[in-house]
């Protein structure tokens, strides 16, 4: 057997040798995003509105070692309940291989892995960006960073909206990397349906973001990304007064507990979630659905779209 990194599971590779559409999953949304038992539901439920969307689903991962790019069903298992699973950026991916340990990966990570394989299209909730402290702290996710300098197109409901939203849209500026709006003007807000600022762009259908990701191609600019930013139906969103007041709350508590780096941003979800009586999950879960189900719908126009 050919030992390629990533490690690709043969539904996926055939899909990509065919030139059928496929579609990028991250996994820290499962094992540090969502609490237990929603998180494994939820895994399995995005591969289902992939394959319903006619493409092939391809969760990525590390485990014992392997970078992987599509599990089965026993793999999906184990990141929805092992205990003690690394959070894995893309600076982290070279040291669990050589340590041979397992974890989930981030945008930042999953991107990476995915585009290696030749996956073009990822569906995720909210994307990592400059966090509200920035100015003391430095904090920014690792997510920008990477897909400043990789081609693959990024279906989410914006940034989390736990982050400095105007820095992050600006961050994301100054590294050229695409930002659409799907159907809508304005930025969607992650939990809320808009984050209130708006976008240069805006598509309308996914035959227009295979145009567009072809026009990437032609230019030479594909060797960034494309983020497309799918608001939550408002009928989903969590309410933004509760939101607002809850989410100071949660940056308080992490404040005054001493959470940093990689800790933050589970912790703060958590919070959301046990804060708003599970409020904020549902427009968690509400939003990673409509963007897996809009990721699809785009690997296949992409897959039809001439070069
Ligand atoms: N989207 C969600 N829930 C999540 C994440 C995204 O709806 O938990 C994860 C992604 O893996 C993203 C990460 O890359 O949070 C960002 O973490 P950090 O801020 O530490 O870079
Ligand atoms: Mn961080």
Same mark, same amino acid.
């Given at each position: 057997m050919v030992n390629t990194v990533p490690r690709l599971s043969a539904e996926v590779r055939e899909a990509l040798d065919q030139g059928r559409p496929v579609v990028a999953l991250e996994s820290t949304i499962i094992s540090h995003g969502l609490p237990r038992? +929603?998180?494994l539901r939820l895994a399995f &439920?995005? &591969?289902e509105i =992939? *394959? +319903? @969307? @006619? $493409?092939v689903p391809a969760t990525v991962a590390v485990l014992d070692g392997v970078a992987r790019v599509g599990l089965g069903k026993e793999e999906l298992e184990r990141l929805g309940t092992e205990d003690g699973l690394r959070k894995l950026g893309v600076r982290d991916l070279a040291p669990a291989l050589a340590l041979g340990v397992s974890g989930a990966t981030t =945008?930042?990570?999953t991107a990476h892995l995915a585009a290696r394989a030749g996956v073009r299209v990822f569906? !995720? @909730?909210g994307l990592g960006g400059v966090h509200r402290d920035w100015v003391s702290d430095q904090d920014e996710s690792a997510d920008l960073g990477l897909l400043a300098h990789t081609g693959i197109t990024v279906v989410c409901a914006g940034v989390k909206s736990i982050l400095d939203v105007p820095a992050t849209l600006q961050r994301l500026e100054t590294l050229s990397v695409a930002v659409v709006g799907y159907r809508t003007a304005e930025f969607p807000g992650f939990y809320l349906t808009t984050s209130g600022l708006p976008v240069d762009w805006t598509l309308q259908s996914p035959e227009q973001a295979a145009r567009l990701m072809r026009a990437q191609e032609a230019l030479g600019t594909d060797h960034s990304a494309l983020i497309v930013g799918n608001p939550v139906p408002p009928e989903q969103q969590l309410d933004p007064a509760l939101h607002d007041r809850v989410l100071a709350e949660a940056l308080d508590a992490a404040r005054r507990a001493g959470v940093t780096g990689q800790a933050v941003t589970p912790f703060l979800l958590a919070h959301l979630v046990e804060h708003t009586g599970g409020a904020s999950l549902r427009a968690n879960l509400a939003a990673v659905r409509g963007n !897996? $189900?809009? $990721? $699809? *719908?785009?690997a296949v126009a992409y897959a039809a779209t001439p070069a």
């Open positions: 038992p +929603d998180n &439920e995005l &591969e =992939v *394959r +319903d @969307g @006619g $493409a =945008v930042s990570a569906a !995720t @909730g !897996t $189900a809009l $990721a $699809a *719908r785009i």
